[in-house]
C-alpha cells in the first residue's frame, strides 16, 4: 500500500501510526470523523489538536465538520452493551467510503493504538468495512508504540482526553456510583 487513510480519533493517537506507516514508506492522509464524541467541547479540543499536529508533522487532513451526536445516539440507545461495536462501525465504515471516494489503496484507525480499546473487535469491523466497500482495510497492531506517543505528546503540549469520547465512557470515567450496603 502506499497512498492510505488513516481514521484519526485525536492528534495523540495518530503520532504512531503516522510515524510508523511514513517509515513504511506509505503516503498518510488523516481523516477525522468521529460523532461519538461527547460533549461539544470535548469534539472541537481534540478536532483542534488533530489540526495544528497535522500543521505541524505536514499530514494531509481531511476533517468531517459536522458534529452528528444524535447519528450515534439513535444507533446506541437501547443498544448500550453493544455501543462500541456500533461506534467503530459507524466511524469505519464512513473512513472506508472516504478512502474508496478518495482512491485510497486502503485504510486503518488509531483506534488499534489504544491499550485500552476492544482491539480484536475493531480489526473485525475494520476487516468487515473494507469487505463491503471493496477496499483493504490495513491491520497493524500499533499498541507497541503507544506508551513513547503518549509520552511525545506531553512532551508537545498536546491535549490528551481521560476518555474515549463517547457519553458512556464519559460517565464510567467520572462518575463514581456509591457503593450499595448489604441488606441484612
Known amino acids: 500500500m502506499k497512498k492510505i487513510l488513516l481514521h484519526s480519533c485525536c492528534g495523540p493517537c495518530s503520532i504512531y501510526p503516522v510515524d510508523y506507516m511514513r517509515e513504511q514508506g506509505m503516503e498518510v492522509h488523516s481523516y477525522f470523523f468521529n460523532p461519538n464524541i461527547h ?3 470535548e469534539f472541537t479540543r481534540r478536532k483542534e489538536t ?27 440507545a437501547y443498544r448500550e452493551s453493544n455501543r462500541c461495536m456500533i461506534c467503530y462501525s459507524l466511524r469505519l465504515e464512513q473512513a472506508a467510503r472516504i478512502a474508496k471516494r478518495g482512491k485510497f489503496d486502503g485504510f486503518t484507525t488509531t483506534l488499534l ?7 480484536e ?8 468495512a473494507g469487505d463491503k466497500y471493496g477496499i483493504p482495510f490495513y491491520y497493524v497492531d500499533f499498541r507497541p508504540g503507544y506508551r513513547d ?12 482526553q481521560a476518555y474515549c469520547g463517547c457519553i458512556y465512557s464519559e460517565k464510567e470515567r467520572y462518575c463514581r456510583q456509591p457503593k450499595k450496603e448489604a441488606i441484612s
Open 121 to 128: 473487535l475493531i480489526r473485525d469491523v475494520g476487516q468487515s
Open 50 to 76: 488533530m489540526e495544528k499536529y497535522a500543521v505541524d508533522t505536514g499530514l494531509k487532513l481531511i476533517v468531517d465538520d459536522d458534529y452528528r451526536l444524535e447519528e450515534f445516539l439513535r444507533e446506541v
Open 113 to 119: 493504538v489504544s491499550p485500552y480499546q476492544k482491539h
Open 39 to 41: 460533549p461539544y467541547t
Open 149 to 160: 506517543a503518549a509520552a511525545r505528546s506531553r512532551v508537545l503540549g498536546m491535549y490528551r
